[in-house]
């Protein structure tokens, strides 16, 4: 996971050096009065400090882990062969949740709550079923 570290420390020194300028530049730059854009400066400060998050939390557990074969610069890609985790095959309950969602969201733009309750019950059993769909039947484990 270091190569991961260094990608994201790159990426958030680059939001670092950007964020200061796009404040600078929204403010004295002629437009916007000189109050300068504060959504956008704020959208660039808060993905600067989740890049920082995301690169301290792998580089606590880069310190953590046995090296992995793609962080060492000798390793052939033989050594990485062999399980690699579990993959779901297709799977239809994940249509029938978005399906369930966008009635109940057109309902609620609609101001239809008997839509809304016909979305939510059909929402829980395909709900259900995307979560139970290992427990029982073809690729049951």
Do not use: N, Q
Not at 35 to 54: E, P, S, V, Y
Not at 111 to 127: E, K, Q, S, Y
């Amino acid at each position: 996971m270091k190569a991961e570290t260094w990608v994201f420390g790159a990426t958030t020194a680059f939001f670092v050096l950007v964020t200061p300028i796009y404040w600078i530049a929204t403010a004295y730059g002629g437009y916007l009065d000189g109050k300068g854009d504060w959504t956008g400066f704020t959208a660039l400060a808060m993905t600067t400090l989740l890049c920082l998050m995301i690169t301290v939390y792998l580089g606590f557990h880069a310190r953590k882990m046995d090296a992995r074969p793609e962080d060492s610069r000798d390793a052939e890609i033989a050594d990485g062969a062999g399980e690699l985790g579990f993959f779901p095959p297709y799977s239809w309950w994940p249509l029938w949740c978005s399906v369930c969602l966008g009635v109940m969201v057109f309902a609620v733009a609609m101001h239809a709550w008997w839509l809304f309750i016909i979305g939510a019950g059909f929402g829980v059993v395909a709900l259900s079923g995307f979560v139970f769909e290992y427990y029982r039947g073809e690729h049951a484990h």
